[in-house]
């Protein structure tokens, strides 16, 4: 089956650094992927989609020049959480999009990111 | 927001069938139900979709009403490598449409 590729899959870092998280698609091109965060004991919420070769679109509420993302080629999407602070600290996940009715979204294992 | 309800918890005995309910009064025609999970610390999961009829793989079965504004999802023979969250979505699928996650169900598999 398709699979999804997420790094780091753990990251501690002081506040005000920045973090890159990469997704990547290994056996699939995805034109489309997408970024989730998911705090303590609550749901997966959609950030962001990401498309190759043009802008992201952001959600309502979410900072997109505090979290940048780029998806340079159809098998590979980075975020970047600029400037990091404690608040920031959550569990993000990435999905890449088949587009198959079926199995619609194939999802990395996530990346818990502490920040200190 | 999620278009689908779920009960926030279920308890199955080890070796028996999980069936777990979903609403989703409001689905649309060109939608389908979907079915993943998450186990604790990892990505959600891929289980099983369908449209229309009753769908069956390695993993589960998905029942859906005639109506199709209620499914679900069974497992036959619940392990305790089976305790997740389960989440019911609905969604056009592939393509550039995010699946919306809900607050899903916590199914724990008791030995």
């Known amino acids: 089956g398709a699979v999804v590729s997420q790094h780091p899959s753990w990251v501690i870092c002081k506040s005000g650094t920045s973090v890159k998280i990469e997704c990547r698609s290994l056996?699939?091109?995805?034109?489309?992927m997408f970024w989730y965060r998911q705090f303590p004991k609550q749901s997966l919420m959609l950030m962001a989609t990401?498309?190759?070769?043009?802008?992201?679109?952001?959600e309502q509420g979410v900072e997109k020049d505090k979290f940048l993302i780029n998806h340079a080629s159809l098998t590979l999407s980075t975020l970047t959480v600029t400037s990091a602070h404690p608040e920031d600290s959550s569990f993000y996940i990435c999905s890449a999009a088949t587009g198959r009715a079926k199995d619609s979204q194939h999802f990395g294992d996530g990346t818990r990111l502490s920040i200190l | 927001d999620a278009k689908t309800t779920q009960p926030p918890s279920m308890d199955c005995a080890e070796g028996r069938a999980a069936n777990l309910p979903c609403n989703h009064s409001t689905i649309s025609g060109n939608e389908y139900v979907y079915w993943y999970r998450q186990i604790h610390s990892q990505g959600p999961q891929y289980i099983i979709h369908g449209l229309k009829n009753n769908e069956t793989n390695e993993m589960a079965s998905l029942i859906i009403t005639e109506d199709r504004k209620s499914s679900t999802l069974i497992l036959p023979h619940a392990t305790l490598r089976d305790t997740a969250v389960y989440y019911c979505i609905v969604s056009p699928g592939g393509g550039n449409t995010p699946l919306v996650f809900g607050k899903g169900t916590r199914l724990s598999v008791i030995a």
């Open positions: 056996d699939f091109q995805a034109t489309t």
């Open positions: 990401s498309n190759e070769g043009s802008k992201a679109t952001y």
